[in-house]
Each structure stands twice: as structure tokens, then as C-alpha cells.
T-cell receptor, first 116, second 113 residues
């Protein structure tokens, strides 16, 4: 069965500095990977996905993520953080070989706090 | 940009009562989902629905739960006899096909008293 780990409950970064939110995964096949962001009292908002192709994927609001198959990682990055990036970030995986071919499995989430 | 909409935003129900959570997926989407998030915990898959039938369900989705697409726009989650542990945020999601990201609504906060 697929699983996702987000090892950091919280990441603190100063505005203007680069940020990284870590994610590692475990699947039996080639993973479909996603990042979502959740603002207070809102649903999950899609940021970016990796299905195939270039290991570096770019998404909304200047975020990008790098797929690393050997390290089974899909870390979320942004070159210059904004205070408005402060939110809860979820990594998710879908295993197309799993009989639950549509199900997303989420990590526990990482709270990003960007200070002015 | 089209959105998934969920109603109500907050539902308070007595234990043992039936509750129906409503969702309007994005209009041209074909796959529909329910997830839940217990306070402070991760988002958990409940059920997926395609072509008017359940395509997958999790262990959480027991006989107390059911889903329905009663017309061309709504997608509902019914909990027949609510328990205290059903208290959570319930999210509806939809997508057009399996390679597209799932789009989530803002959720319904279900509080069981």
C-alpha cells in the first residue's frame, strides 16, 4: 500500500528566503505525486503534480517540486518565501498500480510559517 | 475558475441522527470523492464514485455510510446513525480523469453531540 511521510510538523522561514517542505513516499509502482495547500477554514488547493517527464515541476504561486526516484522524495520548494505563503501543506501520492487507482493518500501535513 | 461547492459549511447533529452532506462537483467532472479530516490529523480517503457507482471505499466507509448522485449536479454523503467519532471536516473532490488533479471543496465541519 502507498504511504507518504512529511517529517516536519512545522517549517519556519523568513520572508525572502528560500523554503523547502519535505516529502517522501512509498508505492509499488511509478507514483503520481501532488502538493496541496490548505488555508484556514478552506479546502485543499492544488499546487502542482508529477506524473511523468521532467523531474522538476513548476506549479502555482511560484512553487516547484523535484521528483527524486532514488531517494523516493518529492520536496516542495520556493526560491523566495512570502508571508502569504504561511499555510498547511500536504503531499499526496496515488499509485496507478493499486486497485484503488484514484485514491489519494496524504501525508500528515507541514505547517509553513513565514515571518516578516 | 469553476469550484467544488459544499453545503452546509457547518453541521451540528445529535449522536444517532442521520446526516446528509451535500456537494456540487465541477460540472464536466466524471470522478467524485469524499475525504475526511479529523481535527489535527491527516486527510483520509473515504470513497470514490464513477459512472454512478462506488469504485473504491476505505475501511472507514462502513455500512453507516452511503453516497448518491441523485441528479446531474449533486453528490451526497449520508451517515445513517452518527457517532461521536464521526466528528470531522468532510471534503468533497472531483476530477475529469485519473491523470488530472482532484479539486476540493471547502469542506463541511460535522460536529456530533
Amino acid at each position: 500500500a502507498q504511504s507518504v511521510a512529511q517529517p516536519e510538523d512545522q517549517v519556519n522561514v523568513a520572508e525572502g528566503n528560500p523554503l523547502t517542505v519535505k516529502c517522501t513516499y512509498s508505492v509499488s509502482g511509478n507514483p503520481y505525486l501532488f502538493w496541496y495547500v490548505q488555508y484556514p477554514n478552506r479546502g485543499l488547493q492544488f499546487l502542482l503534480k508529477y506524473i511523468t517527464g521532467d523531474n522538476l515541476v513548476k506549479g502555482s504561486y511560484g512553487f516547484e517540486a523535484e521528483f527524486n526516484k532514488s531517494q523516493t522524495s518529492f520536496h516542495l520548494k520556493k526560491p523566495s518565501a512570502l508571508v502569504s505563503d504561511s499555510a498547511l501543506y500536504f503531499c499526496a501520492v496515488r499509485d496507478p498500480l493499486d486497485t484503488g487507482f484514484q485514491k489519494l493518500v496524504f501525508g500528515t501535513g507541514t505547517r509553513l510559517l513565514v515571518s516578516p | 475558475e469553476p469550484e467544488v461547492t459544499q453545503t452546509p459549511s457547518h453541521q451540528v447533529t445529535q449522536m444517532g441522527q442521520e446526516v446528509i452532506l451535500r456537494c456540487v462537483p465541477i460540472s464536466n467532472h466524471l470522478y467524485f470523492y469524499w475525504y475526511r479530516q479529523i481535527l489535527g490529523q491527516k486527510v483520509e480517503f473515504l470513497v470514490s464514485f464513477y459512472n454512478n457507482e462506488i469504485s473504491e471505499k476505505s475501511e472507514i466507509f462502513d455500512d453507516q455510510f452511503s453516497v448518491e448522485r441523485p441528479d446531474g449536479s449533486n453528490f451526497t454523503l449520508k451517515i445513517r446513525s452518527t457517532k461521536l467519532e464521526d466528528s470531522a471536516m468532510y471534503f468533497c473532490a472531483s476530477n475529469l480523469n485519473s491523470n488530472q488533479p482532484q479539486h476540493f471543496g471547502d469542506g463541511t465541519r460535522l460536529s456530533i453531540l
